[in-house]
């Protein structure tokens, strides 16, 4: 099956009295003139038939306009046999409805009713009298419930002094009571992933609330607060568009009619797939389990960057404590919930995970791709690996040891305590070079406190930067450095900002080159290959011919920065790499997805990341934006949790 | 004296091969039914890409090609003629999808050394443990029997997991399974090609053993037959049912 190329849109005028008429045309702006508050409107991509080559119109008379799913494309094949007449015609839309068949015949309309239950797919019928809706139907909703939550829901109180925290709570139960029902009509899986995200956001909101401490239930608020955004949104974009379609409005409006429920349910397994391999890996965990390691020879090695620094060390940690199972008692990992923003756009919360609407159009250019959830994935990974390394700056006794380590008055009793010395050295060293705050030579615990205030942040996103190059973009600067350099396009004003990002992309980079003679040098060219790559081809961009003349002119300025940042990649390269994992999240077992454009044949993509990034160019395209989501949604696997060998066992 | 046969195990909609291959201009010859497999001439005036051709066009390549239900096993002396065949005379005749069978050859390669693992670790106290299933657990009941009388002879696996230092590792040998070189790879690896060894004890009842099948990732197949009428046939026999208990073992997708 394969998209003809081109969308239209597919509009529900609802007039005052009730009366209802379609309308497909080709841009928004042919109807709004004429628009009123209630309709509502959903692109459509036009499936390849024999009926394609003329033009479509709503035919006078009787016909049936059918809306069918979730189902995959290349499934729908068969049901197409049943389009005979010259005006039937066969769509895909964003929607979990996402087959829109149009047809004449009442034979047509039989046998489309046919294959649909014969397949087990939902269904909504329209009849048409020309373009009015005289009646509509849809196949038997189910009675599924997801009792399990809706019990637990139910039994969960917030009883608080302030009402924002009542407030909160009771919306996070009636969203999620109305998550999980329209789930379970639709995937048992997101509804079990519900319930899991329900027991740790509920678990971790009531301990902020209960832990007795001033101030405590102001994060549980926050908390809530942040799961409440997600979840409003997570519904109403996969959810609706499905019966009674006319009663269910999605508050995107260019998708007011069908919803976006395939590119939510895309995101949803790159997420899911990234949750199984990177997050199975539980290398926060692992690398917490350095405090367990005493051993003075590697101490020290650490401290004064001995040969340990030269390969990964994380596929070393069971050998080095013992082989003994690193992680005995494994918690679920917190399932992000997923959903579509044009103002968050790409960003992770700890209970969400967002991705811009310009997915919808441009998914298939560089500008907005899906690989940019590995970012905001590696976010999660790094602000926990952090959260274990730093201090905690409102526990004292954490704090008084982290102080003594950086004024050099005590040794680092464990390899973790090492680390957190490296840390914060280098942002003193940082502050040295570019002072933010006055540093004395001996810190106080103030001093400490303010250092990582400001300077956690360049920490964590530099860090982010190196993890993402080597664990999702296979430590290849001619694959990231353009890749990075075109999504940055979309972000706006980042003039000011341009020689932080030409840095960040110097320390990813950095990390390939980390064994060589000439590190520093080598990370510069491939950097300035990668930028003016893109300058050479991508004309509109805004920023990369400054970001190019800056790498030229101040070359020998990065490179001193970038030395000053040497120990935050060299962390990340030996304490956060392991080539296992790296395997888990970027192993394939073909060169190159070479999936057509446009077509459907529902062959299993291996790997969700591999796909987007073999099919991801500089040029956007909406029809194979919709292409890639729906491949995405429909034809990804998950793969089996990782399970490491002395590591989960 | 043997053949070597290569080709692609191919998905469709059920019926829609039965009807696309007889309208096939460039198939010639009175097709030849055995056991259900067609032998037919395939005669092309182009040169294949990468096939080398004495003489002047047209050329003739011999094609074997069998077709039950909503799957086809196209066979040629060499895969790029299957492939041709494929793209050039049956996508087009062919209304509805064509595509190569997915063989989950990576994870057959990891049950298969579970399977070895589980039994070679069993201990008497373990008589009551469960071996490890295949994809597909509802033949988990086949699987002993399946590992009893097959091994792996032969695993070409790419890795991402070094920065493209290291890109592809190739194995081969009667055992694979019992070899711990081969084992520890696993982690950093995912299979493409595995080759299917047949166990079989020569007269003296010494145990022995011969590569029945190769299987890519992308549908590939690819074995040797005798010469002989009667152990082609048999050869083909064997093939097909290794592919039937694949395929309930959940690895053909």
């Not at chain 1, 007449?85 to 047509?108: E, H, I, P």
């Not at chain 1, 196949?139 to 809706?150: C, D, E």
């Not at chain 1, 003994?324 to 679920?332: D, F, G, V």
Request: charged letters at 20%.
């Amino acid at each position: 099956m394969r998209l003809k190329g081109g969308g239209s849109l597919l509009v529900l005028h609802s007039a005052a009295s009730g009366a209802k008429e379609v309308e497909l045309v080709a841009s928004l702006s042919a109807v709004l003139p004429d628009w009123n508050g209630r309709d509502r409107v959903s692109p459509l991509f036009e499936i390849d038939t024999i009926q394609s080559k003329s033009p479509f119109q709503f035919k006078p008379g009787v016909a049936f306009l059918f809306f069918m799913g979730p189902v995959n494309p290349a499934r729908a094949e068969s049901c197409l046999r049943s389009l005979k007449g010259k005006n039937d015609r066969a769509w895909l839309s964003f929607g979990l409805f996402n087959l829109v068949v149009y047809t004449t015949s009442r034979v047509g309309y039989r046998s489309l009713l046919g294959w649909a239950e014969q397949q087990g797919v939902r269904w909504e019928k329209w009849d048409l009298h020309g373009p009015k809706v005289t009646a509509d139907s849809h196949s038997p909703v189910t009675s599924a419930k997801p009792s399990g939550l809706l019990e637990s829901l139910s039994r969960l109180r917030f009883h608080a002094p302030l009402p924002e925290l009542r407030d909160a709570g009771e919306e996070y139960c009636a969203l999620l009571a109305a998550a999980g029902c329209r789930s379970s009509e639709v995937d048992s899986q997101i509804t079990t992933e519900l319930e899991q995200a329900n027991s740790i956001i509920t678990e971790s909101a009531l301990n902020h609330f209960s832990s007795g401490k001033n101030g405590r239930d102001l994060p549980a608020i926050a908390l809530l607060v942040d799961a409440n955004a997600a979840l409003s949104r997570f519904t109403s974009q996969m959810f609706s568009g499905m019966p009674p379609i006319q009663e269910t409005e999605c508050h995107f409006w260019t998708h007011s009619l069908l919803g976006t429920g395939v590119a939510n349910l895309a995101v949803l397994k790159v997420r899911r797939f990234i949750t199984l391999t990177l997050g199975e890996a539980r290398i926060p965990d692992q690398i917490s389990a350095l405090e367990d390691v005493t051993d003075e020879a590697l101490i020290k090695e650490v401290l004064e960057d001995g040969h340990l620094w030269n390969g990964p060390l994380l596929q070393r940690l069971p050998e080095i404590t013992g082989r003994k199972p690193l992680l005995r008692e494994l918690p679920p990992l917190a399932p992000l919930i997923t959903y579509l923003s044009g103002r968050d756009g790409y960003h992770t919360t700890q209970t969400s995970l967002s991705a811009p609407l310009n997915i919808l159009t441009s998914c298939s250019s560089l500008r907005w791709s899906l690989l940019t959830i590995t970012h905001e994935m590696s976010h999660r990974v790094i602000d926990e690996v952090l959260s274990y390394i730093l201090p905690d700056p409102g526990e004292p006794t954490e704090l008084s040891k982290a102080t003594d380590l950086l004024n050099e008055g005590r040794k680092p009793p464990n390899v973790l305590a090492a680390l957190q010395f490296k840390i914060l050295h280098s942002m003193a060293t940082l502050n040295a070079a570019a002072p933010l705050i006055a540093l004395p030579d001996v810190a106080s615990e103030q001093d400490l406190i303010a250092l990582m205030g400001t300077r956690r942040e360049e920490v964590e996103e530099i860090m982010v930067h190196v993890f993402d190059f080597l664990y999702f973009y296979g430590a290849d600067p001619e694959v990231y450095v353009p890749a990075i350099w075109r999504s940055w396009d979309a972000i706006p004003s980042l003039h000011r900002r341009l020689p932080g990002y030409v840095l960040r992309t110097l320390c990813a980079v950095y990390g390939k080159f980390w064994l060589s003679s000439t590190s520093a040098q080598d990370a510069l060219a491939a950097v300035r290959a990668g930028m003016e790559e893109v300058a050479k081809t991508d004309r509109t961009n805004v920023y990369i011919h400054d970001a190019v003349n800056f790498l030229n002119k101040e070359s020998e300025a990065l490179r001193k920065q970038l030395l000053l940042r040497r120990t935050l990649v060299g962390i990340v390269r030996t304490f956060l790499q392991s080539p296992a994992i790296v395997q888990s999240v970027r192993g394939q077992s073909t060169k190159a997805d070479r999936s057509r454009a446009n077509y459907f044949d529902a062959t299993p993509i291996e790997n969700p990341l591999r796909f987007i990034e073999s099919n991801t160019s500089a040029q956007s395209n909406a029809t194979k934006s919709l292409w890639m989501l729906a491949r995405l949604a429909f034809d990804t696997s998950d793969p089996d949790p990782l399970r490491v060998k002395d590591i989960h066992q | 004296m043997s053949d070597k046969l290569s080709g692609f195990l191919i998905w469709s909609e059920p019926s829609a091969l039965r009807s696309a291959i007889p309208r096939l201009k460039r198939l010639s010859g009175e097709p030849e039914a055995v056991d259900g497999w067609h032998k037919y001439e395939y005669v092309v005036e182009e040169q294949i890409p990468r096939i080398d051709m004495q003489g002047a066009p047209p050329f003739t390549h011999q094609l074997f090609i069998r077709w039950g239900g909503d799957r086809l096993i196209v066979l040629s002396n060499h895969y790029r003629i299957c492939d041709h065949f494929i793209d050039q005379d049956l996508r087009p005749t062919t209304a509805t999808f064509l595509r190569k069978a997915d063989i989950a050859v990576h994870e057959l390669v990891l049950a298969m050394i579970q399977f070895r693992e589980f039994v070679d670790n069993s201990r008497p106290t373990m008589d009551d443990a469960i071996p490890p299933s295949p994809l597909n657990a509802e033949a988990a009941a086949e699987w002993p029997t399946f590992n009893t009388s097959h091994t792996l002879g032969y695993g070409s696996a790419r890795t991402d997991a070094f920065g493209g230092g290291l890109q592809r590792i190739e194995f081969e040998g009667d055992d694979l399974p019992s070899v711990s070189l081969f084992t520890t790879a696993i982690p950093v690896v995912r299979f493409r090609n595995c080759g299917i060894r047949r166990k079989t004890s020569d007269e003296k009842g010494f145990p022995g053993s011969y590569e029945l099948l190769r299987l890519g990732k992308t549908g590939f197949l690819s074995f040797v037959t005798p010469v002989s009428g009667r152990g082609q046939k048999e050869r083909f026999k064997e093939v097909e049912g290794l592919l039937r208990a694949l395929n309930r073992f959940g690895f053909i997708k």
